[in-house]
């Protein structure tokens, strides 16, 4: 995740989820903002019940409930997206302020690493063109075993016995 360089936005986060929720009627709560604090501290994947025990760890806590339900508007407002179910869990990650990205996921252990290639954009964009089709974007998540996980198992050799 670190060979990800986060793109130069008009706008902070929490400024575009508030005009995002002012659209819909709605206010960003003490709650809420803590929630978008919480997660574009750092761009790491998480999925709810990690970011409800980080939360828990600070000095306001939030409710459950807000938490998904937050999770659900930041969503919609395009600022965080669905990656995968990894281990039968919604894992999320920043969809604002980061550049366009593809995945590989181990089935094993559930890891994400990201990668940018240029190749497989154009690849999409040129396929999309000779179809009449306008792309808005694209999410490919490649399934597989990671190195860690490929590795064969050690063997303990009882040195010395014959």
Do not use: W
Not at 110 to 136: K, M, P, Q, V, Y
Request: charged share 35%; aromatic share 6%.
């Amino acid at each position: 995740m670190d060979d990800l360089i986060p793109v130069d936005v008009a706008a902070r986060p929490d400024e575009k989820f508030r005009e995002y929720l002012k659209t819909k009627g709605m206010r960003l709560t003490t709650e809420r903002e803590i929630i978008v604090t919480a997660i574009f501290a750092d761009h790491e994947h998480f999925d709810p019940e990690q970011l409800i025990t980080r939360l828990k760890a600070g000095e306001r806590p939030v409710s459950r409930a807000s938490v998904y339900r937050t999770l659900g508007l930041l969503e919609e407002a395009g600022l965080i997206r669905k990656v995968a179910r990894a281990n039968d869990r919604e894992v999320y990650e920043h969809d604002y302020g980061y550049p366009q990205h593809d995945h590989l996921i181990c089935k094993k252990c559930g890891e994400l690493i990201e990668f940018h290639n240029e190749e497989i954009a154009e690849i999409i964009n040129r396929i999309a063109t000779d179809r009449g089709f306008r792309t808005s974007g694209h999410r490919l998540e490649v399934y597989g075993t990671c190195q860690a996980c490929s590795r064969p198992p050690r063997r303990n050799h009882k040195l010395g016995m014959i």
